[in-house]
Nanobody
Framework: QVQLVESGGGLVQAGGSLRLSCAAS????????MGWFRQAPGKEREFVAA????????SYADSVKGRFTISTDNAKNMVYLQMNSPKPEDTAVYYC??????????????????WGQGTLVTVSS
């Protein structure tokens, strides 16, 4: 069974740091592009960051560029989102997703092949 499981969410102060993790299982993801998305209350799900499983070709939303970093650990089948200097407006449920096509991840396509269940991040001011 193909599965993505997020962890690491919680309460963080603005200006602090937090690392989200996404554990991938059920298939070989080496050909996949991985992404992080988020959905704030009352808003649509939006693209945050994407990376090829090989670790190259990263892409970021303008709102997080320079503050967030996406990375992979192939040996552990993990994808990470390092959140530095978070802001209250970064408060949202964060989702991990996977698809064979990087452009579909970067474009925020809602029909990506695999989605996780999400982890809540709350940034206090």
């Amino acid at each position: 069974q193909v599965q993505l499981v997020e962890s690491g969410g919680g309460l963080v102060q603005a200006g602090g740091s937090l690392r989200l993790s996404c554990a991938a299982s059920g298939r070989t993801f080496s050909s996949y592009a991985m992404g992080w998305f988020r959905q704030a209350p009352g808003k649509e799900r939006e693209f945050v960051a994407a990376i090829r499983w090989s670790g190259d070709s990263t892409s970021y939303a303008d709102s997080v560029k320079g503050r967030f970093t996406i990375s992979t650990d192939n040996a552990k089948n993990m994808v990470y989102l390092q959140m530095n200097s978070p802001k209250p407006e970064d408060t949202a449920v964060y989702y991990c997703a996977a698809d064979l096509r990087l452009y579909r991840v970067v474009s925020g396509n809602k029909n990506l092949e695999v989605w996780g269940q999400g982890t809540l991040v709350t940034v206090s001011s």
